[in-house]
């Protein structure tokens, strides 16, 4: 069980203390934090289909990077450690770079229409295990996270929201998803993947930047 002096940096301890909160900041730790996995937390990961993920490079700039997928894409292998997809992005390949250099990440479970978080803390690693990757159609690796620490945290910020729909770009159990609007926007054609070269004639068309921006504001991307 991580105690406070283990939990918290000394820059967190001089605000704690500057803010008469020091003793508070005590109590929390031993109230909510843990260094493994617990019923309460798989049960809530599992039910997720979102996470927000943050990385850091090795020249000390954070990045956070929003993650979808079918509910439950995140898998808990045990109480330490949880994997998740690595899906077609923009190429950028920012977070995973970053887990590449550093491997410490954050990861912010939410539930906007309850509302509540779980967040972990982690070392995470690139895994390029066949069996692990065959375990999420359309993935090009996983992200393998073991857990540092865990805890639930306090929900009264977050504004409650209601789901309109499911994104239908997660890909389906054969692992194909819809070709994206951005892969369409003319100027980008050189520079694509070569299995996206020459798609966007047989997806309707190459599109103009503006056309983009307009799906975009219409939310039809």
Not at 74 to 84: G, Q, W
Not at 159 to 188: C, M, N, Q
Not at 198 to 213: F, N
């Amino acid at each position: 069980m991580p105690t406070p002096d283990d939990f918290y940096t000394d820059a967190q301890r001089a605000l704690q203390q500057e803010g008469k909160q020091d003793k508070l900041a005590d109590v929390v730790v031993h109230a909510i934090v843990r260094d493994e996995l617990e019923e309460i937390h798989t049960d809530y990961i599992n039910s997720r289909d979102y996470f927000f993920l943050s990385s850091v490079n090795a020249k000390g700039e954070p990045t956070v990077s929003y993650k979808g997928g079918d509910v439950g894409f995140v898998k808990v292998l045990s109480n330490n450690r949880l994997i998740f997809p690595n899906y077609d992005g923009n190429g950028m390949w920012l977070s995973l770079g970053n887990i590449d250099e550093t491997a410490k990440v954050g990861m912010l479970f939410m539930d906007m229409v309850t509302p509540w978080r779980i967040r972990v803390q982690g070392t995470a690693k690139i895994n390029r295990d066949p069996e692990l990757v065959a375990q999420f159609p359309g993935a090009n690796m996983v992200v393998d996270v073991h857990v540092d620490v865990v805890f639930q945290n306090c929900a009264r910020y977050i504004h409650k929201h209601t789901r309109v729909e499911k994104s239908p770009y997660v890909p389906d159990a054969e692992g194909k998803a819809p070709f994206p609007a951005w892969k369409r926007i003319d100027p980008l054609q050189p520079f694509l993947h070569p299995d996206d070269q020459g798609r966007a004639e047989h997806e309707g068309g190459t599109i103009s930047e503006e056309q983009y921006l307009d799906k975009v504001a219409k939310g039809t991307s």
